[in-house]
C-alpha cells in the first residue's frame, strides 16, 4: 500500500513530540499554549457561538 512520505513524517514528528511529554495530553497543551504566548504574534479570541439546533431559525 502507497504511504503518502509527508504524512508519514509529520506523524513521527508527531510521535516524537507527544513522547517528550510521555503522551500527557495536558502536559502537551501547556507547552502548545507556552510557545503560543512566546512567538509575540497578536492572538484574538472569539465569543463561542451557539449550536446550530439552539439558533431560532425563521
Not at 42 to 55: C, T
Amino acid at each position: 500500500m502507497w504511504q503518502d512520505p509527508v504524512v508519514k513524517e509529520t506523524r513521527e514528528l508527531r510521535e516524537r513530540y507527544a513522547e517528550q511529554f510521555k503522551h500527557d495530553l495536558d502536559a502537551i497543551f501547556e507547552d502548545i499554549c507556552n510557545r503560543q504566548e512566546k512567538s509575540g504574534r497578536k492572538h484574538v479570541r472569539f465569543p463561542a457561538r451557539e449550536p446550530e439546533s439552539q439558533r431560532n431559525i425563521a
